[in-house]
Structure formats: structure tokens, C-alpha cells
């Protein structure tokens, strides 16, 4: 048996028809830049983050540099955010001209610890950028107020966390402002690269706007540097049909990782564990398991599909090296790298697949 991590054409079978039709009118208008579809795009996902605006750019890091840029953060500023996630959260920090400051991860959820957030504010500190990782939103309530506290702006990072709740209250919608992509293996995709902000903020969200079309505001006339950070209308229309099956594809999403936490309970596999204030939408099923890098070894033998998410935390990157965190500064993410591993999720999984899975990893670790 085959069980790939990520199995997007079951997917797109079921929507083929759909997309074709959206994309063809987008070339029949020949409006290739800009332009009402992206416009129905922003304010359906403005209304499905309960935010009054939103901005679609190029792509999720696009969204956090749009966002940076938009916030004035820049040379000499400082943004805390966590090590353990993708290498855009920090890259688009220190392209930016700013320092990251990283807080170590909470062991359970991954995402960033607040009870560390405040030892690490300076004069310099602008921002905290938490991460809500593999589909749960971070503990957001300590983070406002402590931003609240020391006037910090908050930037959601919910790449991975479209339509995922806190306390009722949906990713993005709690910070300044929220960043999510829709790179292709989201749980809402487009057909190549995108993103979106979305913010309650006027003010930010016009700077925001202007900023992704190089600051220009009216046609040729730039009061401020900003970059081509525009969302294509392909991909728009894309994800206008994708987006009224986002819920459903979450909750399939969450009915397989039911599925997995019955079959591995009482072994040595340690599940996600998901807060009583959370709603998941499992971007990834990650669990930490003894042996982890036999065991992925394991699995793609045996013809299914997992990954690591994330090898190497940010602090430990080559190219982070000046910033003087070295090994042992943030000792939870650099042992969840070692022991951490993703498995398929995606809704189309059948229960036979994920037995496969389960027998495969159990029957290798006995």
C-alpha cells in the first residue's frame, strides 16, 4: 500500500470543474493583475477571520515582510518570536533590516512559551511574532497583554492555522494583524504561491494596501519604499472555490487525527496534544517518537509518506549564528528537532491507510 504525506489531486478531483471555470474568467476579463476576484477573495476571508479587512500578497512570507514593512519595523528594532517553525517567520524579520529575538516553545503545544516572552523585551523590542504551529493558535491571551503592556504590535503568524480558534476567536483576528499563505499543501491552497493579512486595524490596513503595489499611492507617486507583494487573480479564483470547503476539510482533518490518537494510545507514540481553548486544524499530525530518524526511515521504505517539521530551530541555523543563540538557549526546540515527525492527515486518508501507517510505525518500534 501507498500512503503519500500530501494527496492534493483526490483532492482537485472533486473540485476540477469548478476551478477551470474560475480561472477561465479571470482569462476572459484578461484583469491578470488586481481586480474583483481578488477583491471577493479578501472579503471572504476578512469575514471568515472576523476582521473588517484584508490584504492578499504573493505569499505568506510576503504577507509577514508586507506586515513588518507596513508596522515601520526595521533597522535596529528587535522582533521576539519563537525558533521552532519555518525559516520564513525569521527570514522576512531580519530582511527587514530587525533582530530576532528567540523565546523558547512551550514542549506540549511547540508553539512559543509566554512566560518567556518578557524576560527577552529590550528598548529595542517592536513586535512579537507568534507562530501558530501545525494548525494550533499559541497561547494568545499572555501574548496581548504583555504586548499590550510594553505598546508592542503582535503579528499572527498563522501560516499554517487558516480558520483555527482560540478561545472562540479565529487565527488573526487577536494580534495587529495576521499573516496566512496559501502555499499549495495548506489546508486552504492555492495552485502556486499566495498569501493574505488580514487586520482590524484601518490605518495598518491601508499601509498595508499601498505596500504591496511599492507604496504607491495614486499611480506613480511614493511617499514610502514598499514592494511588489500582489496577489495573482489565477490564484484568487482558485481559492474562491477552494474556500467554502475549508471547514469541511478541517474537520476531516481532525476526524483522522482522532482516529490516530485511539490507535496510538498506551504506546510509545506521543500524540498532538491540543488545549481545551484550541480548535486544530492539523495543518500537520505531528508526534514525537523514540528513534525518530529510523523511524521516518522506516516509512518511506515502506512507501508512506511523513516529514520533519522542523530539522533545525532558527537559532541554530548557520545563517543566524551572529545572533549569538547558540545550542542550549532554547533547549526545548532543539529536542522536539530530534524527536518530532509529521504523518498524513489530509482528509481523503481512509481508515486502511492509517492502519498501514499505525502497524508500520508500532511493529518497527516493538
Excluded at 63 to 77: R, T, V
Excluded at 128 to 136: C, D, E, K, N, R
Excluded at 215 to 243: C, S, W
Excluded at 305 to 333: N, S, W
Aim: a negative charge.
Amino acid at each position: 500500500m501507498q500512503v503519500p504525506l500530501l494527496d492534493l489531486k483526490s483532492q482537485y478531483a472533486t473540485i476540477k470543474d469548478e476551478v477551470l471555470e474560475k480561472i477561465n474568467e479571470v482569462l476572459d476579463t484578461q484583469r491578470c493583475i488586481g481586480g474583483p476576484m481578488v477583491e471577493e477573495l479578501e472579503a471572504a476571508v476578512a469575514k471568515a477571520c472576523n476582521c473588517k479587512y484584508a490584504v492578499g500578497v504573493s505569499s505568506g512570507t510576503d504577507a509577514l515582510i508586507n506586515s513588518l514593512m507596513s508596522l515601520g519595523i526595521g533597522e535596529g528594532d528587535e522582533v521576539i518570536t519563537t525558533p521552532f517553525t519555518f525559516f520564513a517567520t525569521t527570514g522576512s524579520i531580519a530582511r527587514v533590516g530587525a533582530k530576532p529575538v528567540f523565546v523558547d516553545i512551550d514542549p506540549v503545544s511547540y508553539n512559543i512559551n509566554p512566560a518567556l516572552i518578557e524576560a527577552a523585551i529590550t528598548k529595542n523590542t517592536k513586535a512579537i511574532m507568534p507562530v501558530h504551529l501545525y494548525g494550533q493558535m499559541a497561547e494568545m491571551d499572555p501574548i496581548m497583554q504583555i504586548a499590550g503592556q510594553s505598546s508592542l504590535a503582535v503579528i499572527e503568524d498563522a501560516a499554517q492555522a487558516i480558520s483555527a480558534a482560540y478561545k472562540g476567536k479565529k487565527a488573526g483576528q487577536m494580534g495587529t494583524c495576521g499573516c496566512f499563505s496559501f502555499f499549495p499543501s495548506k489546508n486552504l491552497g492555492g495552485i502556486g504561491d499566495g498569501g493574505m493579512v488580514v487586520t482590524n486595524d484601518e490605518e495598518l490596513y491601508h499601509q498595508l494596501f499601498i505596500m504591496r503595489n511599492h507604496g504607491m499611492e495614486p499611480k506613480y507617486y511614493h511617499k514610502t519604499i514598499g514592494g511588489n507583494f500582489r496577489l495573482d487573480p489565477i490564484q484568487a479564483a482558485a481559492l474562491l472555490v477552494k474556500l467554502p470547503h475549508l471547514d469541511n476539510w478541517s474537520e476531516g482533518r481532525r476526524k483522522n487525527a482522532s482516529y490516530y490518537n485511539k490507535k496510538f494510545k498506551d504506546t510509545v507514540v506521543q500524540t498532538p496534544v491540543i488545549s481545551e481553548d484550541c480548535v486544530s486544524i492539523y495543518n500537520q499530525y505531528v508526534i514525537r517518537v523514540p528513534r525518530r530518524d529510523e523511524v521516518v526511515k522506516h516509512l518511506q521504505a515502506s512507501n508512506i509518506g511523513c516529514d520533519i517539521y522542523y530539522p533545525v530551530p532558527m537559532h541554530l541555523q548557520e545563517c543566524f549564528a551572529h545572533l549569538g543563540q547558540g545550542a542550549g538557549t532554547c533547549p526545548e526546540a532543539e529536542k522536539a528537532a530530534t524527536e518530532v515527525m509529521a504523518l498524513p492527515v489530509y482528509p481523503e486518508l481512509t481508515d486502511p491507510m492509517q492502519d498501514f501507517v499505525v502497524e508500520t510505525i508500532l511493529g518497527f518500534l516493538s
